[in-house]
């Protein structure tokens, strides 16, 4: 059980190297984020974008692109398909969107014949250590899909399912988040929060705990949880946040890295293969993190 | 300019005392958060509800009631109705709910013969006191308005603007939360987030800086505001939060409260006195802080 971002960087730096590919790599927040996972020996790399321009910033900036594969592609869109084939083609463990946008990368991700297509959606999974808490919270979709139905968060949260497991989570505790507990016909985030944990109980998703609809607190406050007199194996002890909009996700790690310390990494799962999204505005530990992560990922 | 609930506390003690009614007051938890406030010297309550039952929960657990009346209530609704008369006929000054259900409480304030029914939207507005910001952030509507529209929301700026102004605020910076800064159209809470900015360049709003749509870091943190190169007055130092959906301020003021040692404080407004509407969950100090902010709202 990884129960911390520590113990996440012993294990990865213990297991084979995975090698990442980045989808238009020419754009300096994103060279200096590879180029430090690379430089730690996290991962090795193979940058696809414009050549000329890649190899611009690094010389301007100092940044050391010896130890990385430059392959040119004349502009974004062919960056982000030259990257998605070498991760099909087994070249490449993972992916990493670089300057890219995110819908043309998802295109080259979702090509039918390059692409890295499975069954399910894409989604987000931001894994997140609160102080306080003993253990990571996987929190999902504050990232990708933006009011998913009913069936798109049974996808979701089988992909964050996936992600808990693989951090070695057993019988995941599973948080479907809403306002309040009780069912209101008028909030859909608590008719299918019923819904979700009815589906649970038939074991559609396996040994997860899913709870009925909890509010914040009755998912990660075990003394609130209780004052609250919530009984639910799940209540105040959540692994898995699944929130109902994504505005919804994006407040609840924001408000907790910026105001509660806590550390954050994102990963985007659903294709075949793990794929780091990181935003401009994380910090440099925050895009190694997400590095780290989607790499532990792409080990089989 | 009041800057925290400390300032705040100072101030209303300044003040002369507000009368509070208490609907439907037979509850321990409700009868320690009101008795603790009068004998700090806070307000003058008269408790409306069955009256055996007060007196019996107040003797078993030793709350003394002596410097509050009670006025006999057979049932929640009558209390709510009585409690409701109190306000509008001017005996108090201000309405905090019992034991009685939201949607009963409602219904009596919203009675067009007692009730307190302006033509605003009755709303919830949190008051915040986050370590580490120089300024209390109000945010609404995280209690009371599922989903509002466009329409309502205006409406519950309006009312967010009261309290801020009510504070001290000059100019109050406003910010439409939502995940991302650019306006998608498959987001509502961008497309009105944009509609509110423009309603606001056409003074609809006094002299309020409504930005566009931003999100957490945008609206409150001024490194990440300027790392994403948002040029907006209200970005990074908004003053007043005005959430898409219950669930977004909900979820944003509890993880602040529990993860960010925020001090919290909620009111209701749009009626023609402010209610105090708490719940189970919060701490007897946020009750206090609570009774606090609406009796400052309470005064002319």
Redesign the interface.
Known sequence: LIKSFDELLVKVATLPKRHLAVAAAHDLEVLEAVSHAVSYGLVNATLVGKRAEIERIAQEHGIDLSAMEIIDAEDNIQAARKAVELVSTGQAHMLMKGIVDTANLLRAVLDKEIGLRTGNLICHVAVME???LDRLIFMTD?GMN?APTLEQKADILQSALAVARKFGVVQPKVVP???FEQVNP??Q?TVDGQALHEMALTGEFGDALVSGPL???GA??PE?AK??GIKDPAAGYADIIL??????????Y???V???N?KVAGIVVGAKKPIVLTS??DTPEAKFRSIAVASYMAIE
Chains 1, 2 share one sequence.
């Open positions: 609160i102080p306080g504050g933006i988040l809403a306002a008028k909030m985030a509010a914040f607190d990660l406050v609130a004052h609250k929130v109902p909009f994504i505005e919804v996700g994006n407040v609840m924001k408000s907790l910026y105001f509660g806590t401009r505005s």
